[in-house]
């Protein structure tokens, strides 16, 4: 089971990025939990600076704008 | 064609990309081609509508169609240009370079640095307090704030397209001598304690993204991306905008507006900016009015110390920073940027009269 966390304080694209995380997850038959953090103290924690970002398993993947499918799809295939 | 390179399988990437580039050749130049033959073709156009010549009616009619066509191009490839330019930057990257810069320059480096690099204002939260908290001065994250929204491309295209490239210039010049002095200033002040107590609490950490190295075609794509974003969101305000400007250009008498907004008049700049304040506006939708003002003897440092009032301070804008920063933090934001714009209307009013 990996742990996916959305970072975003919930505009529109960051909802759009965790559907898109979500599909990607059920197209490659991963088990995937997916949590959004909204907390701007932990965003920047991450060193976060550009919303939507992605973090898999602890680990930043993604900052800035809307990721591209194939590349989420890489994100969970490797971590 | 998006759709081809994004699904091709790995071995085909080399091929899809050179077709792309291939393809966006292309496009300029049938762009360059259709832009030299509009002014012709939208007289034509005009000539065979039933409406006597010379009249307001004439005026205004061919202010549309001609200027619909023409600043929908232009904001086109300014765009498109401003979307591929940014791919080269990330607000991560602009961090790293300014985290512990000193005042002076490091405000000059961030206006500029607040111009190219691309971010949504649902980021302006994170940006502030990772920008702060990794050891960039105050008043050189302010400068980037500020110079971020005033500066913006829809503004720099549309500029560019109806008023020409004097103006558009002058408009950056604008711009950046605002965001630099603005934040400067506030970072004399030594404002820090009046921070959110959480902001100065954060430490941020850091990441390294793996190979963020983009290829010419994932450039081509961010720019057509940038295309589809911002036409997807303007397109109204621009045809609203352009009806109003030749509105403005067909019927108000110029002598009532260059009487009223001209340079002649001490209070015109602060009578301007105070106007602008409250409005909040899209710059797609206030340009094409502002470009009929100038046509019509406006002053110009008046009209874009009007425009960058309109575009810089906005309520939603205060709403999310209010997050981070005290009120009294926000009324020096305000007070210091308003004053800044009023004092580079006076020096655009004085240099170009």
Aim: glycine letters at 10%; charged letters at 10%; one cysteine or more.
């Amino acid at each position: 089971m990996k742990l996916v966390k959305i970072l975003g304080p919930g505009c529109k694209r960051c909802v759009a990025t965790a559907d898109m995380v979500q599909a990607e997850a059920n197209r490659l038959g991963l088990p995937v939990t997916i949590e959004k953090v909204t907390d701007y103290a932990a965003i920047a924690g991450y060193g976060v600076v550009s919303t939507p970002g992605i973090v898999i398993d602890g680990k930043v993947v993604h900052a800035g704008g809307l990721p591209k499918p194939e590349d989420i799809a890489k994100w969970l295939a490797a971590a | 064609m998006t759709t081809d390179s994004l699904t091709a399988p790995p071995s085909n990437e080399t091929s899809g990309s050179g077709k792309l580039i291939g393809a966006t050749i292309v496009c300029l130049i049938v762009w360059f081609v259709v832009y030299w033959y509009l002014e012709p073709f939208s007289k034509w156009a005009v000539s065979l509508m039933p409406i006597a010549r010379g009249s307001h009616l004439e005026e205004a009619a061919s202010f549309f169609i001609y200027d619909t066509p023409k600043v929908l191009m232009l904001l086109a490839l300014v765009v498109f240009g401003m979307g591929v330019v940014r791919s080269f930057f990330s607000p991560e990257r602009t961090r790293a370079f300014l985290a512990g810069k000193r005042e002076g320059l490091g405000n000059v480096a961030a206006a500029s640095l607040g111009i190219v690099t691309p971010f949504c204002s649902c980021s302006a939260v994170p940006l502030f307090v990772g920008f702060v908290s990794s050891g960039v001065p105050l008043g050189v994250t302010f400068s980037f704030l500020i110079a971020s929204p005033m500066i913006n491309e829809v503004a720099l295209g549309l500029l560019f397209a109806l008023a020409g490239w004097k103006v558009a210039l002058t408009y950056l010049a604008f711009g950046l001598a605002v965001a630099i002095i603005a934040g400067w200033t506030i970072g004399r002040l030594h404002l820090e304690g009046w921070l959110e107590q959480w902001v100065r609490e954060v430490r941020s950490g850091s990441f390294d993204l793996p190979a963020g190295h983009l290829s010419a075609a994932d450039r081509i794509h961010a720019g057509i991306e940038a295309m589809r974003d911002i036409f997807g969101r303007v397109w109204v305000w621009l045809i609203i905008g352009i009806a109003a400007g030749a509105f403005i250009h067909g019927y108000v008498p110029a002598e009532m507006l260059s009487g009223i907004m001209g340079a002649n008049h001490w209070w015109s700049v602060p009578a301007a900016v105070l106007v602008g304040v409250p409005i909040y506006s899209n710059a797609a939708g206030i340009i094409p009015v502002v470009t009929a003002l100038l046509g019509k003897g406006a002053a110009l440092g008046t009209v874009l110390a009007f425009m960058m009032s309109v575009t810089a301070l906005s309520a939603p804008e205060m709403i999310i920073l209010r997050k981070v920063l005290t009120l009294r933090l926000i009324a020096v934001f305000v007070g210091v940027v308003t004053l800044g714009i009023i004092a580079v209307g006076y020096l655009f009013n004085a240099l170009f009269t």
